[in-house]
């Protein structure tokens, strides 16, 4: 299913702070959305997501209108969300995070990623980071959602555990999976990415392939201070 945004904008306290984004996260893709700090990323995806409200605009997955949807029925329509801050409920354990989603949860979360079996019986809040970051997206991957939306999936990870997760957002899209990335390392999402935009000051001000983003660090600097690609 694809993810489409049509003209969305998205206000906080009464002031815009996304204005007018068009953008389709295609089934079978990764698509990556870039920026620099404070441009509106977060708020784009909380808005896709029905954390917040949007002033304008329609979002749609599979065809289906989500504009007006409350979160909950977004998520059961395919829609997950993982947010900033490896958002883990810290006195479960691995297993029963897991278990909150789904009774078969844990054997398909180790088929993605193993290196979590030894930990199944640990608090959540006593994993490592990156321990911790394989866990929500696992949780989240066991719903088998349509379309995922990931917000600074490395933020605060060490280089070596990044390397470790981004494969398996190419694998997942190659599942057939809408991925919409929100993500710090550009050349690194930009390396694994169908598609890129870049927001700045609430604004798309490049869309399209990846390719000249990746040849052109002038092309990514401009498109981050919105002169263009």
């Given at each position: 299913?694809?993810?489409v945004?049509?003209?969305?904008?998205?206000?906080?306290?009464?002031q815009?702070?996304?204005?007018?984004?068009?953008?389709?996260?295609?089934?079978?893709?990764?698509?990556?959305?870039?920026?620099?700090?404070?441009?509106?990323?977060?708020?784009?995806?909380e808005a896709?997501?029905?954390v917040?409200?949007?002033r304008?605009?329609?979002?749609?997955?599979?065809?289906?209108?989500?504009?007006?949807?409350?979160?909950?029925?977004r998520?059961?329509?395919?829609?997950?969300?993982?947010?900033?801050?490896?958002?883990?409920?810290?006195?479960?354990?691995?297993?029963?995070?897991?278990?909150?989603?789904?009774?078969?949860?844990?054997?398909?979360?180790?088929?993605?990623?193993?290196?979590?079996?030894?930990?199944?019986?640990?608090?959540?809040?006593q994993?490592?980071?990156?321990?911790?970051?394989?866990?929500v997206?696992?949780?989240?991957?066991?719903?088998?959602?349509?379309?995922?939306l990931?917000?600074?999936?490395?933020?605060?990870?060490?280089?070596?555990v990044?390397?470790?997760?981004?494969?398996?957002i190419?694998?997942?899209?190659?599942?057939?999976?809408?991925?919409?990335?929100?993500?710090?390392?550009?050349?690194?999402?930009?390396a694994?990415?169908?598609?890129?935009?870049?927001?700045?000051?609430?604004?798309?001000?490049?869309?399209?392939?990846?390719?000249?983003?990746?040849?052109?660090?002038?092309?990514?600097?401009?498109?981050?201070?919105?002169?263009?690609?």
């Open positions: 299913m694809n993810l945004l049509d003209g969305v904008s998205v206000a906080r306290g009464g815009p702070v996304v204005r007018e984004v068009t953008l389709t996260a295609a089934a079978g893709q990764v698509t990556v959305l870039l920026g620099p700090n404070g441009a509106g990323k977060t708020t784009l995806l896709v997501s029905g917040v409200p949007v304008a605009g329609r979002i749609t997955l599979g065809g289906d209108d989500l504009t007006a949807w409350p979160r909950t029925r998520a059961r329509r395919g829609l997950a969300h993982v947010e900033q801050g490896r958002t883990v409920f810290a006195a479960l354990t691995a297993r029963e995070n897991l278990e909150l989603v789904a009774v078969d949860a844990v054997g398909r979360a180790l088929a993605v990623f193993p290196e979590l079996e030894a930990r199944l019986g640990v608090r959540a809040g994993l490592s980071g990156g321990e911790q970051q394989m866990l997206l696992a949780r989240a991957l066991v719903a088998s959602p349509a379309a995922l990931l917000d600074e999936m490395s933020l605060g990870l060490a280089p070596g990044v390397r470790r997760l981004l494969p398996v190419r694998t997942l899209a190659g599942d057939g999976m809408a991925v919409l990335l929100v993500e710090q390392f550009a050349h690194a999402a930009l694994l990415a169908d598609a890129a935009y870049v927001l700045s000051r609430g604004a798309i001000t490049y869309g399209g392939a990846p390719g000249p983003l990746r040849a052109s660090d002038d092309a990514l600097r401009r498109a981050y201070l919105g002169d263009g690609p």
